[in-house]
T-cell receptor, first 112, second 112 residues
Framework: LAKTTQPISMDSYEGQEVNITCSHN???????ITWYQQFPSQGPRFIIQ?????VTNEVASLFIPADRKSSTLSLPRVSLSDTAVYYC?????WGGGGKLIFGQGTELSVKP | NAGVTQTPKFRILKIGQSMTLQCTQD?????MYWYRQDPGMGLKLIYY???????DKGEVPNGYNVSRSTTEDFPLRLELAAPSQTSVYFC???????????FGPGTRLTVT
């Protein structure tokens, strides 16, 4: 199972773009990269998932370079409500029963 | 759809007692998971299931047992509770092995 490394914390201001980078040097061929968001006292919530290059949805973009050893979650124009912990996960998409490793996550604090 | 529901929301156990944490999903997902989250830490996978009648261990299975007799239900059993099992427990489900996981609201358990 590939292990991930991400910054423990980040600060930002409302309206800024935030980029959170995750390192996963041992990513395997079958692994997908998934990001979750967690607010205090709640379960994690899916943000975005990708395999390579770039994926965009209504809330975020995910950039994955060709070697796939890292990925960057981009949150455009953050607001106070984006203050949360963000987890990067790497897991086998076709086997392993969906076993995922949650690291410590990145605690994002958005200030007014 | 209610999604993933967990009961109880809170529970205090004495050392050596046993209890079952209930988890039910109404999305007809084959994959279900149990995680624990200690304060300030990421989630750790306890057990998971790829379908009714099939379960397997995650990272931290010791002290826990699971069963999966139906697609909807995935109870987690704690035998002989210990203070080290004080944590927040999250149940999740997904349609596919690497797909988006939907989390329940969590059960906050204290063992004293």
């Amino acid at each position: 199972l590939a292990k991930t490394t991400q910054p423990i914390s980040m600060d930002s201001y409302e309206g800024q773009e935030v980029n959170i980078t995750c390192s996963h040097n041992n990513i395997a061929t079958n692994d997908y990269i998934t990001w979750y968001q967690q607010f205090p006292s709640q379960g994690p919530r899916f943000i975005i998932q990708g395999y390579k290059t770039k994926v965009t949805n209504e809330v975020a973009s995910l950039f994955i370079p060709a070697d796939r050893k890292s990925s960057t979650l981009s949150l455009p124009r953050v607001s106070l409500s984006d203050t949360a912990v963000y987890y990067c996960l790497v897991g086998d998409a076709w086997g392993g029963g969906g076993k995922l490793i949650f690291g410590q996550g990145t605690e994002l604090s958005v200030k007014p | 759809n209610a999604g993933v529901t967990q009961t109880p929301k809170f529970r205090i156990l004495k050392i050596g007692q046993s209890m079952t944490l209930q988890c039910t999903q109404d999305m007809n997902h084959n994959y279900m998971y149990w995680y624990r989250q200690d304060p300030g830490m990421g989630l750790k996978l306890i057990y998971y299931s790829v379908g009714a009648g099939i379960t397997d261990k995650g990272e931290v299975p010791n002290g826990y047992n699971v069963s999966r007799s139906t697609t909807e239900d995935f109870p987690l059993r704690l035998e002989l509770a210990a203070p080290s099992q004080t944590s927040v427990y999250f149940c999740a489900s997904s349609y596919s092995t690497g797909g988006e996981q939907y989390f329940g609201p969590g059960t906050r358990l204290t063992v004293t």
